[in-house]
Nanobody
Framework: QLQLVESGGGLVQPGGSLRLSCESS????????IGWFRQAPGNQRKFVAAINWNGENSYYADSVKGRFTISRDNATNTVSLQMNGLKPEDMGVYSC????????????????????WGQGTQVSVSS
C-alpha cells in the first residue's frame, strides 16, 4: 500500500517561509495526483493545493494563491509545497494525499477524492 511521509514543518514568524515535502517509499508518485490539506485544531482538513501527475496543472485555495507553490519532481519521487508570506491563519497540520485516478473539477479540492494520506507535519506561525 502506498505510504506517504511529510517533512519540513516547523515554527516560523509571520511573513516567514517553509518548504514542505511529501515522499513515498516503494511506489512511484508519478502515477498519482497529489494534494496538500491543512487541519487546524478543532477543524476539518481543508484543501490547500494540488498538482496533477506530470506537474502541468496545479490548483490552490484562494487563501494561499500568490503565496504558496506546489511542485513535483518525479525523478526524485517528491512533491513539495513552498510556503511564503506565512500568516497565523496558515497554522495547522499539513498532510499530503494521493489519488490514483484522474481528478476533474471540484474533486481536486475534495478530501474524499484522495485515497492515501500521510501522517502530517506541524506548521506553526507565531512571533
Amino acid at each position: 500500500q502506498l505510504q506517504l511521509v511529510e517533512s519540513g514543518g516547523g515554527l516560523v514568524q509571520p511573513g516567514g517561509s517553509l518548504r514542505l515535502s511529501c515522499e513515498s517509499s516503494g511506489f512511484r508518485l508519478d502515477d498519482y495526483a497529489i494534494g496538500w490539506f491543512r487541519q487546524a485544531p478543532g477543524n476539518q482538513r481543508k484543501f490547500v493545493a494540488a498538482i496533477n501527475w506530470n506537474g502541468e496543472n496545479s490548483y490552490y485555495a484562494d487563501s494561499v494563491k500568490g503565496r504558496f507553490t506546489i511542485s513535483r519532481d518525479n525523478a526524485t519521487n517528491t512533491v513539495s509545497l513552498q510556503m511564503n508570506g506565512l500568516k497565523p491563519e496558515d497554522m495547522g497540520v499539513y498532510s499530503c494525499a494521493a489519488s490514483p485516478f484522474a481528478l476533474y473539477g471540484s474533486s481536486w479540492y475534495t478530501r474524499s477524492a484522495y485515497d492515501y494520506w500521510g501522517q502530517g507535519t506541524q506548521v506553526s506561525v507565531s512571533s
